[in-house]
């Protein structure tokens, strides 16, 4: 095992045990908003956004104790997206990260309120936050503007709006690609400089990284929804093509995809040189974004 690889995984064990904990003290009633509520959230992944975070708060020489409630929240916000993603009038995909989706497993009412839920327990633990002084509270702003209608919320309505749509191009699959995925990578790499009130250069160039690993990020998963793996990716391939989405693959076709994700891998590495800090671990996310499932 690399020790990339070996911080990555401790980096996801604090942010399990986090989650644990915050679990561990509350109950929902009734049981089925308890259990829709945990389900999708506990099903895993490579908790990608939280250790980003994890990670530029200790490259700031911070703790993952100052920003583990944001990444919780920030999970639970990335959470509930996926939630109503998967819904029949949404992407309508059966299966999320192996398992049943929440609403094939709870039905289309209590998928959308776990979804709701997840959204408004995130928002609570940002007000907790903001009580921790001004620089808290710059933060909490952050990841509320860029999951709602100035970014992720946005960038699923223009998904959904030119799905099947002949006039949809470069521009409207870049403004999808910049608010749908990138804006919650930019409050996973951003965040921890808001906390720590970094100069406006370290904030600038963490939000730019965040934009453009976001950028990788998607454009990888557009092609590896032509050729990846249901038993890898743990969700249903082939369904962009099929659903006319307006994806990088339907629009640049794969070589060039394959081009722009090179490009996104070392414009990410470049803005991470710019900084005066020890980026290694952060360089060696980018790549293996890159890579993923390869």
């Excluded at 644990?20 to 009633?29: E, M, T, V, Y």
């Excluded at 999320?96 to 309120?113: C, D, M, N, V």
Aim: charged share 25%; proline share 2%; aromatic share 10%.
């Amino acid at each position: 095992m690399t020790e990339f690889q070996k911080k990555y995984d401790a980096l996801r064990a604090a942010f399990e045990q986090t989650l644990s904990d915050r679990l561990g003290a509350l109950s929902f009633k009734p049981s089925v908003l308890d259990e829709s509520f945990r389900y999708s959230l506990q099903l895993g992944g490579k908790r990608l956004r939280p250790v980003l975070m994890f990670a530029a708060a200790q490259m700031l020489g911070g703790r993952i104790a100052d920003v583990a409630p944001l990444a919780v929240a920030l999970e639970m916000i990335h959470t509930y997206s996926l939630i109503h993603d998967d819904l029949p009038a949404m992407d309508d995909d059966d299966f999320r990260r192996g398992q049943p989706s929440s609403h094939k497993k709870f039905g289309e009412g209590q998928a959308i309120l776990a979804g709701d839920a997840l959204l408004n327990y995130a928002y609570q633990i940002c007000f907790e936050e903001c009580k921790k002084g001004r620089t808290y509270l710059n933060a909490a702003l952050l990841i509320a503007k860029n999951a709602g209608a100035l970014g992720m919320v946005a960038g699923q309505a223009a998904d959904l709006f030119w799905q099947g749509q002949e006039g949809a191009g470069e521009r409207e699959y870049e403004f999808i690609a910049q608010n749908k995925t990138a804006k919650m990578f930019m409050s996973a790499a951003a965040a921890p400089a808001y906390v720590y009130g970094a100069d406006e250069n370290t904030a600038a160039i963490l939000l730019e990284y965040g934009k453009n690993l976001g950028l990788l990020f998607q454009i990888t998963d557009d092609l590896l929804d032509v050729g990846g793996d249901f038993a890898k990716l743990g969700k249903t391939v082939g369904k962009d093509e099929r659903e006319k989405k307006v994806s990088a693959v339907r629009i640049y076709g794969i070589g060039y995809c394959e081009t722009k994700a090179d490009h996104y891998c070392e414009l990410c590495c470049k803005l991470l040189s710019d900084l005066p800090y020890e980026c290694g671990f952060l360089e060696e996310l980018t790549r293996t974004v890159r890579s993923r499932e390869r």
